[in-house]
């Protein structure tokens, strides 16, 4: 249906569907946290769920938009709304690097005498203050034996999401000036450096677990370090299933010239990711 100037949407069973499918992944997530294997298959069965409203739910949309059914208006909604998403997702990512901020500048000081000396010798006397924790500061808690290294794995991972930021780039702008063939290719590029940086970490992971000691357990150091890393990562995935998804519209000339915002959105998301983990790179590993 079309209301004036802004297209009104017909009566969706999506979003109850949606609520549904969270709601079941989320009771399988709690149970599965609480009570063990017994909430997996409640969990996986609401995972499925959401991944397939959202698949049918997208596709109704792109079907609207091939149909011509959006306008200047509607154009104007998409940004604004992909403009916030990004904004909420800046302020997630705020209260970690937040965090870790707070323990470094603040809660080691003070746990090493500074401005409470009488609590600190009561809690850990031995304890020193130093970023990461190698050593054991109190009986209970484990640091990690060594840390990873910057200038190994997560430099090749900073270089290639940078180098997939530049061919994004250049895919956007092909499609503008209308060589799809083009965009395609570096889309592809994209997608494939994208792929590269999942394995890099998980092999990254497996490195910090099997001979670093670094773990979730390995006290504030390892807590923060797979926090960050873990959520950025889950990032990196649902941003190359996101540029898969437009390769494939590109692909089936889904995209023009003028009209082209799942694209643009897509490369909003993607730059935000890369920009995110430039900050990782530069106060997780490096300082």
Known sequence: MSGGSYYVPASSKWPVLASLALGAMMVGTGTLLVFGVAGMPVMVVGLLAVLGVMTLWFRDVIHESRSGLYDAQMDRSFRWGMGWFIFSEVMFFAAFFGTLFYVRTFALPWLDGEGAKGVAALLWPDFTASWPLLEPPGEGIEGPRAVLSPWQLPLV?????????????????ALKEGYRTTARHWLAGTVLLGLCFIVIQGVEYYEAYAHY???????????????MTGFHGLHVIIGTIILIAILVRVSRGHFSRDDH????????YWHFVDVVWIGLFTFVYVF
């Open 261 to 268: 915002f799942g694209f643009e959105a897509a490369a909003w």
């Open 157 to 173: 991972n900073t270089l290639i999401l940078v180098g997939s930021s530049i061919t994004l780039t250049v895919a956007h702008e």
């Open 213 to 227: 000691g670094l773990t979730l357990h390995a006290g504030i150091y390892g807590a923060t370090f797979f926090l």
